[in-house]
Every structure is written in C-alpha cells, then in structure tokens.
C-alpha cells in the first residue's frame, strides 16, 4: 500500500483505506466525486461503491471518537415535523432527531458533514449536536420523514391565512420551559390542531373526535348531534396528533395504555374564552381522543333562546323563583341538561345569593357560583360535596347528577331545609324520573314533598331558514297517525330539510324539546301510593302537561323542525 498516497487522504477516508475497507486511489476518488455531487462522503461510498455501511459507521465512531447510535430502536412518531425544511435534510442527508432545550440533536452518518450543522442551525436558530447513525439505516428513515413531510402538507391541504400562531391555546396552567419547547417543534400539527379547533367552533359543533384506524385516520365533527367526517390527516401523524392533544391538556405523554382526562382553554379574544373537556382512549391502532366544547356564553344567551313553550318557561321560571325544593332535568347524554340548569343558575346567580354547584367535570366556568369538581378518588363525591355545601350557608345547589341513594337523599334533605335544589337524572321521561328514585329507596313522602318541577328534554335540529321547503305532499292520515290532531294541523305549517351552501343536509342549530311537568297536589298523591311510570304520566297528561312526542309535535306544526327530525329523537 502507497503510504505516501494514504498521508494524502485525511480523516474518514484516510481511515478507511488503514482499516482495508478501500484503496488509496478509490479513496481519493470517491472524496472527488462526493465533493463533485455534493454528498457527503459516507452517502456516496455506500450508494455508489456499495460497501457495508455497518462496518463504515464503526470506523468513523473509533475515528471521532463518538458513540454509534441505532436509529431503528428511535420512535418514528417522535421525529419532530415542520422544524427543519424538508430541503435541508434531502441537501445534507442530515435528520432532526430530538430537540433537548435549545440544543437540536441531528443524525448524521459522515461526522465531517459540519455544513450541515451549521446551515441547519442558521435556518432554525438552535444549536445543533451530531449524532453518529449507520448510513443504510439512515437513509430509510429519512426517505420515510420526507414522506410524512409531503402527505402531511397534501393531507392537511391549505390552511389559509388565518394566524393561529395569535391564540392563546392552553390548559389554563402554567408549563415548564422545557415542556413548552417540545410543543413547538411539529408547527405544521400545531397548526393543523388549532385550525381543527377553529373550524369546530366556528361550525358549532359540540364534540371533535380524533380516531385513528389500521390503515387511515379521521376527524369528525358532532354538529347539530349528527357526526360527520371533515378531514382524513395521514394515518402516520396519529401518535404526534395525540401528543400534541396531551401536551396542550396538561397530560402524560408518555402514559398510552390507560385513559387520561384534561382540560384545553382557547382564548378567543380578550373577553371570550373557549373551554375543551379532553379525553383519551386507547384503542388498537392508537389513542383516540375526544374534545367536548365547552361554551360559557351557552349558558348566557337566555331561557327564550332554549325552546320552550311559553308554559313551559313560566313554569320553569316559577319554579326557580321559590326559596325551597327541587328540579330535576332528565335526558340522555348530551340532551342538553347541562345548558338548561346553567340557565336557571345564570337567573339565580345575583350578589344576594350563595350557590354551589358539585360536578364531574366542571363544563362551565361561571363568575359568582363555588364550583366543585368532584374527585371519588380522594373522597370528594357528591354526597360529601352536598354535605360541606349544607354547612357553607347555601341559598342555592347544583348537584350535576344524582346517581344513588344516599346523593338522593342529602339533595331532598337540602330541599326541604329550605334550600333550592337543581340536579339532573339518565331517564327518558318526567314519569320515569320519579320511579327512577322511588326504586333506588327514596321514600315516597320524600319525593312527593320535596320536588317541585321535572324536565325531560332532548335536542332537535333546526330546519335551515333559507332552504326548508313546505311538505305538503305528506297525507293528512299520515300526519294522524304520527300523532298530530286536527286542532294542531289545522295551523300547522310543516316543512322538510333540504340542504343548501349555509347548512348541514338542511339543518342549522338545535332547538330544545320539553316536558315540563309540576307536582301538583294529583301527581304528588300518586307518588305516594307508589304509582308507576304509566299512571303518573297519564295524569300529567290529564292535567294538561305535553309528554316530550307532543312537544315535539308543535315545534313541527311551527315550522321549526321537521317530521323525520322528531321522529329520529323522539318515540310516539
């Protein structure tokens, strides 16, 4: 071997020649060539001379002295996106791993390439470290980077020129500056998340579902209770989504195997906050997470903006005004309850009173009223919670769910001590609430003394006012057979959905179905004898209260819903 020839080749090269991995003149060769196509040296020897790229990066480790790092035991999903131009990887062969502070570490497999690590540090402002890789293995994972970097710019499609950057998203704590940095490392899934937010408060949508499948990956809206798929994101970007979801909510990134609860708060202006009650499950193919939007100006915009008939309200609003007692609002999951007691509260909640409210969670944040979040496991129930309200001298009390005896029978007891109770049952109808509680041991004196007014409710899409068209084509037999009367058709004005470019399928907005029913002195009797769902609703209906299907009815005759709407909510 040509010693005068090897003294001319330095570092890697020279190294290599020493080691018998290449001769001399290859050597000078492929450091020409390299420098020719503007490789680095490593890339070309392997690519173009096809030698074992193991065995070259366990020379350059023993060369430079520095740690041979396996890039294939590295996360993919933790390769920070958007942080680095997908150019400048592709110009240097030189990939982002990890960002540590202020320091970037990149995996590079020719420790010479400085130019990489410079360029890389003047575009991104951050120190940057190398860290030594096998060039097969290298290459693998940056071509599958580059992918991910183009679908994930085809996938999320134009996010217009809207500043998301400006609001302020997060969980209301405080985060380390650690923490902080980490989060901004993947600005094309920052933005994208907060576009999806936007776009889910501006279409009013009340849950946003983020669902990762085998082979694709989906966001859905709840809008108007009805999902709908709006994007397919690249199924790669499941586990970044889901940590950039975690990190916003204050959450474990690193715990995937049980579900997490957290909170996101999105301040849209100076005077309108936006809350996000977040949830994470974890499935076979990821962790799907859910987003409740949580609007406090919901619970704001008034008791005639809800639905009811003027009976109704006046009932409603009669009962809020006693000093004593209980309501109770029923209804299935997301039916609207919550909206409807927050408006009695929103009534109530002025500087003379005293009220307290125990939930799980908290959905409304509302100046004035003590909110307690209910917590089981230190303790905190809602039992012991109306216990510690019964000694802080209440006026009012908000009990978020009664789901056994004893929750039960401290709210009756805070009922009839003088104490205006609200609190809301999982039942289908007024009737059923009341032998809901008589079968988990209320007694019947109990009940028949202490609740003053009942509300079963579900929520109805509103027909679009610029596309619903009349359905006069339905047959007036038909119609009776629904349950509509002679008295209601005769100035009922019915319509169906159509769809235009200001709705969704010819819906937009909700509106409320009630039955409102008070304990009169007939209704508290029958409690007493212990009378069933069926009697009970019979004498409501009697004594002149609509069921929830009569309701729905007029809200059909008025126009403001339409017939396969009710049917789809309500049973005849």
């Not at 400085?114 to 097969?136: C, M, P, Q, S, Y």
């Amino acid at each position: 071997m040509n010693e005068r020839a090897i003294g001319q080749l330095s570092g890697l090269a020279g190294r290599l020649v020493v080691e018998g991995l290449l001769n001399a003149e290859h050597a000078k060769e492929a450091q020409r060539e390299a420098a020719y196509e503007r490789v680095p040296l490593v890339k070309y020897l392997v690519d173009k001379l096809n030698l074992d790229s193991q065995r070259i990066a366990e020379v350059a480790s023993l060369e430079f002295g520095v740690p041979l790092f396996d890039i294939n035991a590295f996360s993919r999903a933790s390769l920070p996106i958007g942080l680095v131009d997908v150019n400048l990887v592709s110009k240097h062969h030189a990939l982002p791993l990890f960002r540590r502070g202020n320091r970037l570490f990149i995996a590079v497999s020719d420790p010479t390439n400085l130019a990489a690590l410079d360029e890389i540090k003047f575009h991104t402002g951050i120190n940057t470290d190398a860290i030594l890789v096998e060039e097969r293995a290298l290459s693998k994972v940056i071509t599958e980077w580059v992918e991910t970097h183009e679908s994930l710019a085809e996938g999320l499609g134009d996010l217009g020129n809207e500043d998301f950057e400006n609001i302020d998203i997060g969980s209301g704590e405080e985060r380390d500056a650690e923490e902080n940095s980490d989060a901004v490392d993947e600005t094309p899934i920052v933005r994208f998340i907060n576009k999806v937010l936007i776009d889910a408060i501006k279409q009013g949508a009340s849950d946003i579902h983020f669902e990762p499948y085998e082979k694709n990956y989906r966001v859905r809206f709840r809008t108007d209770g009805i999902l709908r798929e709006v994007v397919k994101p690249p199924k790669n970007l499941s586990a970044r989504m889901a940590a950039r979801l975690k990190i916003m909510s204050q959450m474990d990134i690193s715990e995937r195997r049980m579900p997490q609860d957290g909170r996101i708060q999105m301040k849209l202006s100076r005077n309108r906050a936006i809350d996000f009650r977040v949830n994470t499950l974890p499935t076979l193919f990821g962790e799907k997470v859910v987003l409740r939007i949580l609007d406090p100006s919901s619970a704001q915009m008034g008791i005639d903006a809800l639905g009811y008939e003027e009976e109704q309200k006046e009932m409603y609003l009669d009962a809020l005004s006693k000093p004593q007692g209980m309501i109770l609002v029923t209804g299935p999951t997301g039916s609207g309850k919550t909206v409807s007691l927050y408006t009695g509260i929103n009534l109530l909640n002025q500087p003379e009173r005293n009220i307290s409210t125990a939930e799980d969670p908290v959905e409304i944040n509302m100046e004035g009223v003590n909110q307690v979040h209910v917590n089981p496991k230190v303790g905190l129930n809602f039992a012991e919670a109306l216990r510690s309200f019964l000694r802080q001298d209440p006026d009012v009390i908000m009990v978020g769910e009664i789901r056994d005896l004893e929750t039960a029978e401290i709210a009756i007891k805070a009922a009839q001590t003088g104490h205006l109770v609200l609190s809301t049952l999982h039942t289908n109808s007024a009737a059923e609430t009341v032998t809901r509680l008589l079968n988990i041991g209320v007694p019947s004196f109990n009940l028949a003394t202490s609740v003053n007014l009942i509300i079963a409710q579900r929520l109805a899409r509103r027909l679009c006012k610029d596309c619903s068209e009349p359905a006069d084509d339905i047959p007036h037999s038909v119609l009776l057979k629904e349950g509509f009367t002679e008295e209601l058709l005769a100035q009922a004005t019915i319509k169906r959905a159509v769809g235009c470019a200001n709705c969704t399928d010819g819906y937009k907005g909700r509106v409320g179905i009630y039955e409102v029913v008070r304990i009169t002195p007939s209704i508290a009797q029958l409690i007493l004898a212990q009378g069933n769902a069926m009697e009970i609703h019979k004498q409501a209906r009697a004594e002149g209260f609509n069921d929830l299907r009569t309701s729905a009815l007029i809200k059909v005759a008025s126009g403001v819903t339409s017939l396969e709407e009710v049917n789809r909510v309500t049973t005849d």
